[in-house]
């Protein structure tokens, strides 16, 4: 089992930055892959990053549409993954999740591949 509790979201305007924090608990964080989805009304819950274990040499994956904007990392002494959001735009406005998959393998892109997931924390960014 894993508990996921995100953090950072809040209001922004375009151009603006913002990190997001995920603490997870319960398993050897370490080893486990931790994504980042993100969900807007009406619409499907989509993948934005992604960064695998130390078995995979937390390598990281990102979508198309924040390539170049959001970096996502982790500090595995603490147990948590980050996701730092610059440069946002209206366009990113949506639930952000946070996510864990337990399975030792490189990262998938679907949320079918995650098994965990937070509550999720709220991104706004206004024009």
């Known amino acids: 089992q894993v508990q996921l509790v995100e953090s950072g979201g809040g209001l922004v305007q375009a151009g603006d930055s913002l990190r997001l924090s995920c603490a997870a608990s319960g398993r050897t964080f370490s080893r486990i892959t931790m994504g980042w989805f993100r969900q807007a009304p009406g619409k499907e819950r989509e993948f934005v990053a992604a960064?695998?274990?130390?078995?995979?040499?937390?390598?990281?994956y990102y979508a198309d549409s924040v390539k170049g904007r959001f970096t996502i990392s982790r500090d595995n002494a603490l147990n948590t993954v980050y996701l730092q959001m610059n440069s946002l735009k209206p366009g990113d406005t949506a639930r952000y999740y946070c996510?864990?998959?337990?399975?030792?393998?490189?990262?998938?892109?679907?949320?079918?591949?995650?098994?965990?997931w937070g509550p999720g924390t709220q991104v706004t960014v206004s024009s």
């Open positions: 996510s864990a998959d337990l399975r030792i393998a490189r990262p998938g892109f679907s949320r079918y591949d995650y098994a965990y």
């Open positions: 960064i695998a274990g130390i078995n995979w040499s937390e390598s990281t």
